[in-house]
Structure formats: C-alpha cells, structure tokens
C-alpha cells in the first residue's frame, strides 16, 4: 500500500481526528476564502541577482513511482516530486522541497472521474522573486484530468514527511488558509509560526483549466479541463521570506571534485575522468545536495544537515573530493559539535525549528536551528576522516589553518572543538580494555535510537549496537593519533583487542545453520532453490568468472562466525544473531584485528539467505540464523532495516573488501590513491595475507558483492529499496519499499551517501562506476 493509497483509504475509513478536523478546517477555509489584502506580488520580477543563468535544472529522474525534477540558480534552489494517480480513486501528489529553511508544500490531486496523470512541463522550471522577499520556483504542471484539491501542506519539509510517513499526521499548527481564489487562479497561503515569515503556494490555469468550487457538498476547489479530452496546464508558483537565513551557496562540479594532474595516480585520474565526461547526469545530482558549508544528507525527505550521512559520504569519496569540499563537510559538522563533544546528528531550520523550539519551552528562539545530539555512533565519525583527510598532501598543507578556524555557530575554535570530541571518545572507550565486559560497552543514548540503523526494530531492540562497540570503538581512538597526537601519546595504530568484537561473535554450526535456513525460507515464503548452487544470484545468466558455489566452511572446523547485529542490554546480555553488513565498517575503517572479521565477511557475502546477496543488491540484514521467529518478520523486506538494500552499505562494503585486499597490493581502487598511515607497521601486509585460502575466499566474495551490486545499477544512486521475490521469473525485483512497506518509508531518490559510488572502480572489470556497469567475461 502506498502512501497515497493510505491516504485514500483513510479518507474512506473512519479519519484519524487531526487529519479529519484538519480536512473539515481546510473545506471551511475553501469555501470562505480570506479575501484580506496578501500582497503576493508575483509579478515575476527580474531577479535581484546579476547572474540568473540556471545552474541546475533537471529531470524527470523516475524512482519508486515518482518523479523528480531540480532545479537551482543564485536565487532559488529546489527538488519538484509528482507522482500520478494509478486508479480512479488514487490522488496525485505533489511536493517542492527547498533546502533553505528545509522549506516545502505538499498538494494531493484527488481525481474527480478517471486516474489522474500529473507531469512538469519539460524546461518550464524557474526561480521568481518578488515583494518583501519572496523567492521560490515555478513551473507547468500538465495533468490529464479534473481534480479536487486534497490535503494541502505548507511549511516544513519535516512537516510534509510527518504527514507523508506518520498516516497522515498533521500538526493543527501546520494549517493554512486559501488565501484568494477566481476562476483562474488559487493561492494558498501559510504564515510562519515565527517571525513575519509568509509563504505561498498558487495555481494559475494556464490553458483549458478553470479553478472552480466542486459541485458536492461540501464544496471544495478543485481544477476542471474545458475540453475533456486535452490535457489541463497549469502553472504553479511556491515562494517564502525567509530573510533572516541565507541560502547556502551550492558547488559547481569543478569546485567539487579535485583536479587531476600528472602527479595523480591512474586508477584516481581514470575516475576522475569518468565523473567528467561520462556521469554528468549522476553528478549533477550530487551537486545538488552539495553546499559550500554543507552537504545535504538526501532529496526530497532529508535536505538538511545529518552528521552520519556526511562524514560517512566523505569517508568514501575522499580521494575524488576536492580540499573545499571536504573542509565544507568537515567544518560543517565541527561547527555544530556540542558542549560535551558531542557530535550532531541532525539540524532543524526553518520553521520546524520553531515548532521544536516552541514544544521545548522556548518559543522566544524563533527560528533558530535545533540540534539533535542522539546518535552516539556518529561521535566516532569524525576522527576516522579527519585523520585520513590530515593524511593527504593538501590535508597536510591547510591542517593549521583549518584547525585554527573559529566557529560560527558555537563558540570555539576548530581546534577546541575536535579536541573536545576527541576526549568524549577517550573517556566512552577508557573503562573496556581494562575489563572485557558488557557493562563497559557503548549503549546507545536515546534508545531505542542511537546508530543508522535508527528503526527502533532495526537493531533488533538491542542497546549495544555492533558498529559502535567492534569498529569505531577502535576506529575513532586509532585516528586521535593522527588528528591531535599530543591527546594520544600511545598511538600503536595497530588494532589491539581492546574492542567488544568479541563479545558479538556467534558461532553456528553446519547442522544448526541448515536447520535455521530451513525454517526462514519457510518463514519468509522464499524457494528452497535459493540454497543451492548461486542461489540468489543464479539469476542474471551466469555469475562472473571467478567464483564458485559459495563454501561456508573457510574456517577450517566446519563452523561459522556472525557478528551479531547488537547484545540486549546489561541485564539481558544475549546477542541479537541478526546476519547484518556493518562487518562493511571494520573492513573500511581499517580495523581488522583477527582473520576471523575477514572469514565472517566471505560468509556473509554469499547469496541470499545464506548471506546478504541478492541479484538487485545486498539487503543489510537477515534474519536466516536467528531461531528467534518473531526477527523474520521485524527483518523482513517490508522493514526498513530489515532484508533491504542501502546503497551507501554496497558501497562501504565494496570499498572496505578493496582497502583489505590492498593490503595484500590486491587492489586497483581510488583509496590506493591516498597515503597510508605513517607508521611502518601499518605499511607491511598483514599475516592474514599469506593465507592464500583466505585471500581467494576474499577475491571471490568480492566478486559475488559486485555481481550483486551492478543488479542494483538502475537505482544505485537512490536510498533504500525491497528486493522481492518474482516467483515466475526465479529472481528477485527492485521493490518499492514506500508503496510495500506498512509504515510507508519511501526511499529518497537522491541520497547523498550513495553517491559514495562515484568514487569506486569495479574490480571485476577496473572500469569506474561513474563510467557505468559493463558485464565481466564469464567462464562459468
Ligand atoms: C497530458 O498529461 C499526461 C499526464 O501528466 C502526460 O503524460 C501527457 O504527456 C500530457 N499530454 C500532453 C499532450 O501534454
Ligand atoms: C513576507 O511577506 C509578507 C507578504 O507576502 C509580508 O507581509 C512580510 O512582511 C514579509 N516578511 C519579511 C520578513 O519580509
Ligand atoms: C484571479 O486572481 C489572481 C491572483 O490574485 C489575479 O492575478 C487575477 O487577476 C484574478 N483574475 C480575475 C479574472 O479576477
Ligand atoms: C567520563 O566522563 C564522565 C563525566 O565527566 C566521568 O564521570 C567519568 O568518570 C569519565 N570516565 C572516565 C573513564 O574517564
Ligand atoms: C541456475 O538456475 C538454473 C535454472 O534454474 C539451473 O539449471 C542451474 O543449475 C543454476 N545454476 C547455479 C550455479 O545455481
Ligand atoms: C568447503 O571447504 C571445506 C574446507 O576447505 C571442505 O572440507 C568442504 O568439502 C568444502 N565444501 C564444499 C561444499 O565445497
Ligand atoms: C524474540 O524477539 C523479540 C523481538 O525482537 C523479543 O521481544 C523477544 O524477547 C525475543 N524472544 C526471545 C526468546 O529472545
Ligand atoms: C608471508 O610469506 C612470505 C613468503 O613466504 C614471508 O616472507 C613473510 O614473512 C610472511 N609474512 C607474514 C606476515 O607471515
Ligand atoms: C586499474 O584500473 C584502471 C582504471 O580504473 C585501469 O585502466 C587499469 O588497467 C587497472 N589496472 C589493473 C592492473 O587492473
């Protein structure tokens, strides 16, 4: 069921009370439109800007049935999302999302006969400006029948996905008036909660259309073609004031990406080239949530600021990054780094913000940004990258400078800040090498939420995340030795056991591995042919070469080795044996410290359900080895973290199995191009890389991953999607998780972490991404 379908059937049902009240509040305003004064004053005036030269605008760029357009210039920049009706009772929607102020509308479309087709006139997008302020976009809507207007937002962006992902909550606060309405033209108008902040969202029939009051009772506005059988253009016009904030500045693709010259390495100057000329559509994407201060986590749902997303994104595309990039993503998550050190998650502006600020007691802040401090897995974020960055020749260079940079948005220097991070870190991780126990692990701070897999479900209840207490337990105390040696006088760099990895190691074995296979197939209603041979990847014709019928054994005894997704809690200290990829940060942020991570990593890259493959993509958890029933279901490909694809974990896990194997100078990917860590030791290849069993194990669950990740090509670049199982054509299918999921989380079609894939080469066939997949030669 979709969001529009619930909305559908909310309406037919009996109505939650505040979208009841608030509809019944909407049909009133509708029909006693405020006539007062509004001066909107589009008369689209030139803009006050000497440049107005577009420098985005495209689309349509299609992903689990809705559209997307963008469109940016010095005066506005914003993200358009249409998605048409599919039956005669299925409303269309329509959404403009801006980052500035995290500003946005939502209109449903409620068919009046026939399914209602919505589409943007090809090029019409452009920004306005014009009294008091007012900037926004407009644009040409074409839609191929006659519609009642349905619920209406304006506001936030987080206010839109309240209702969008919440069934239909809408906060009494967020309602607005139909501030003026003739035959041709309506305009709905919302003042802000704070300030004198007014925005506006207008339909002018442009041609065959007439704005009119609907007939039923109670009348609403709605939109009726003249001649039935041409389509309707209309032209919508969303603008606001919000003055007191700048625009962020957006990056051209030159400022982005760093320049390549005779000094760079092959494999980074055959990327580079690739992102240039052969992904400039993927690329202007990209663009689009990149700012010179900060980059946007993903469009349309998250156009803000969220630590993880950037500092993990930057993890991944530091060697095509240029140094203005990197310091905008660094400095943006320093500048907002908290009293205690901690590091933000999340910021809200706008007029969400003063929604928060007003439920915190606090209405006199207005609009000023809220910062949420939740998750304690993004504290150990930042070290890891700024040690890498401060690695490189031009990190090395600016260090100084950018450390001595001052805040502007709390108080301190960059300097302080990091420092302050860097001594929480020291302080959460002090107590566990001294006593390997549960008790001296990391909880998460905010349960049930506190790392990506955020969904409360997702960690399967657990309050010890794994990728908080394995790989950045050690990760982020490793790379204070390069950021501020001075705080880290024992820096080893070499990964000591002074992690809780082993207090989440699970060992199955082979009987109880089949058994439970057994069972989950029956469970998730998959086909036992899924077992044997490639399984799950059996599908897109033959694998590539060099790999064979996955072995689970490795390791020698028969058994395998998971780490579980996360352990209860202090009391209830059982693991919750959840298969799961963030195995992906040990390999990525280099802190391997037993061939057991490396044998558990080939284990969990085999086909789905034996592992996390699936022929469009690896899904980040699975339930298969967990005899606890009730998993199935709270993992199941309807869950949000559950048996699902991110794309951001194909690509850490891609790049993590390349930063392994590089160790063993079996590697042709971007981060050879960036320098390795000072110390000698870390410059010698492992002792695991003589295990040449391993090392080919390693090879050949690579290969399975990007078997696996280039099904998934079609929607690389998006957020999260549901591999279904097609039982007439034996494979699995790109599902759309918003239109299957009951809590109707749908997938960003931009998603900033994804694009991690810009900067990574295919070692199947050492051709960049950003060049596209080719299929490998096959041998099989
Ligand atoms: C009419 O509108 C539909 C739905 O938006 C669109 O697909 C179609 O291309 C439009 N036709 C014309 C002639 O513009
Ligand atoms: C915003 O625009 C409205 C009219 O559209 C105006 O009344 C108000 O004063 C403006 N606010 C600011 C901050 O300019
Ligand atoms: C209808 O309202 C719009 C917006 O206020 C105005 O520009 C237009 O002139 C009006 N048209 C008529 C026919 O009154
Ligand atoms: C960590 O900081 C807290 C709060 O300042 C303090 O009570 C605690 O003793 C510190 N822990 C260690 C191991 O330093
Ligand atoms: C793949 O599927 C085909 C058709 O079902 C089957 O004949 C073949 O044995 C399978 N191959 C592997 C390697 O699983
Ligand atoms: C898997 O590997 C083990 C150990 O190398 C070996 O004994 C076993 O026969 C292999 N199993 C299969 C199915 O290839
Ligand atoms: C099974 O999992 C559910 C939900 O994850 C949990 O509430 C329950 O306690 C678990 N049961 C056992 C026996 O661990
Ligand atoms: C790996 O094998 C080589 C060649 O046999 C040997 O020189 C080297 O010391 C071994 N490395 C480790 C870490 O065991
Ligand atoms: C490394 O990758 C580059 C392009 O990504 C390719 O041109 C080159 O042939 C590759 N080298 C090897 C040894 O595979």
């Not at 035959?183 to 925005?199: E, I, K, M, N, P």
């Not at 993990?312 to 907002?336: D, F, M, N, W």
């Not at 963030?582 to 280099?590: E, G």
């Not at 290969?703 to 039982?727: C, H, K, M, Q």
Request: glycine letters at 8%; one cysteine or more; aromatic letters at 10%.
């Amino acid at each position: 069921m979709s969001a529009n379908d619930k909305l559908q059937s909310q309406r037919d049902d009996p109505p939650s009370p505040i979208v009841g009240e608030n509809l019944a509040r909407i049909v009133l305003s509708l029909i006693f439109p405020v006539l007062s004064a509004i001066g909107l004053g589009l008369s689209f005036l030139p803009s006050p800007y000497e440049n107005k030269s577009p420098n985005l605008a495209f689309g349509p760029v299609n992903f689990a049935g809705h559209s997307n357009w963008v469109f940016r210039d010095d005066v506005a920049a914003a993200q358009v999302v249409l998605s048409s009706g599919h039956s005669s009772t299925e409303p269309a929607r329509f959404i403009t999302a801006f980052p500035h102020g995290n500003t946005g509308t939502l209109a449903y479309f409620r068919p009046v006969n026939n399914p209602l087709g919505v589409t943007l006139a090809s090029g019409s997008l452009s920004s306005v400006s014009g009294e008091h302020g007012q900037v926004g976009i407009t644009g040409v809507l074409e839609a191929s029948g006659d519609f009642d207007f349905g619920v209406t937002i304006l506001g936030s962006v987080r206010a839109v996905r309240d209702y969008v992902e919440g069934g239909g909550v809408l906060h009494p606060e967020f309602e607005h008036s139909v501030a003026e309405r003739n035959d041709s033209s309506v305009t709905f108008r919302r003042s802000w909660l704070h300030g004198d902040v007014v925005q506006y969202l207008r339909f002018d029939a442009e041609a065959n259309a007439a704005i009119r009051l609907s007939t039923s009772w109670p009348p609403v506005v709605g939109v009726t073609r003249l001649q039935s059988a041409r389509n309707a253009t209309l032209r919508f016009t969303t603008t606001f004031n919000f003055t007191s904030s700048t625009a962020p500045r957006g990056l051209s693709p030159a400022e982005l990406f760093v320049k390549s010259d005779a000094s760079t390495p092959a494999v980074l100057a055959s990327v580079l080239k690739a992102i240039k000329y052969k992904a400039h559509d993927v690329t202007q994407q990209l663009v689009f949530l990149s700012y010179s201060d900060l980059f946007l986590a993903g469009g349309w749902r998250f156009l803000t600021y969220f630590g993880r997303d950037t500092l993990i994104t930057l993890k991944l595309l530091l060697p095509v990054l240029s140094p203005e990039a990197t310091e905008g993503i660094l400095a943006a998550v320093i500048q907002r780094i908290g009293p205690n050190g901690e590091i933000c998650h999340e910021e809200t502006v706008g007029d969400y913000a003063s929604f928060l600020n007003i439920r915190n007691g606090k209405p006199e802040l207005g609009t000023t940004p809220v910062y949420d401090y939740a998750m304690v897995d993004t504290d150990f974020l930042l070290l890891p990258v700024l040690a890498d960055y401060f690695l490189t020749s031009a990190g090395k260079a600016r260090k100084a400078a950018f450390l001595a940079r001052k805040s502007t948005l709390v108080p301190g220097s960059f300097e302080e800040l990091v420092r302050r991070n860097a001594k929480r870190v020291l302080n959460l991780t002090a107590s566990f090498p001294h006593d390997h126990s549960v008790d001296n692990l990391i909880p998460i701070r905010a349960y049930p939420v506190g790392n990506w897999r955020d969904s409360h479900a997702g960690l399967g209840w657990g309050h010890y995340p794994f990728d908080l207490n394995c790989p950045l337990f050690l990760a982020a105390p490793l790379a204070i030795g390069d950021v501020l040696p001075d705080l880290y006088q024992q820096n080893t760099r070499r990964p000591s056991q002074s992690n809780g990895c082993d207090l989440f190691q699970v060992t199955v074995t082979p009987e109880a591995a089949e058994a439970s296979l057994a069972q989950y197939i029956e469970r998730a209603n998959l086909p036992s042919s899924l077992l044997y041979g490639a399984g799950s990847l059996n599908s897109t014709g033959t694998p590539s070469a060099g790999w064979s019928a996955p072995n689970q054994t490795i390791g020698g005894d028969g058994t395998s080795t998971i780490y579980a997704l996360s352990i209860v809690d202090a009391d209830d200290r059982s693991t919750v044996n959840v298969l799961n990829s963030d195995i992906a940060y040990t390999l990525a942020y280099d802190t391997v410290s037993s061939p057991t991570e490396l044998r558990a990593t080939v284990e969990a890259l085999q086909p789905y359900p034996r592992g996390l493959l699936t022929n469009v993509g690896m899904v980040v958890a699975s339930a298969a080895y967990d005899t606890n029933a009730t998993r199935t279901k709270e993992f199941s490909n309807l869950a949000y973290h559950g048996a699902v694809a991110w794309s951001w974990q194909q690509a850490l896990m891609a790049a993590g199995l390349s930063k392994q194997l590089s160790k063993c100078g079996l590697s042709n990917n971007t981060e050879t191009a960036l320098p390795p860590p000072p110390l000698e030791l870390d410059q010698l290849p492992p002792a695991w890389c003589n295990d040449t069993q391993l090392v080919e194990s390693l090879q050949q669950a690579q290969t399975r991953l990007w078997d696996s990740i280039a099904g998934s090509e079609s929607v690389l670049y998006t957020e999260v999607w549901s591999p279904v199982f097609n039982a007439a054509k034996g494979k699995f299918d790109i599902g759309d998780l918003g239109a299957i999921s009951p809590d109707g989380t749908e997938g960003d079609a931009f998603q900033l972490w994804s694009y991690a894939f810009l900067g990574l080469v295919d070692p199947r066939t050492s051709r960049p991404v950003a060049a596209s997949f080719v299929r490998p030669s096959s041998t099989l």
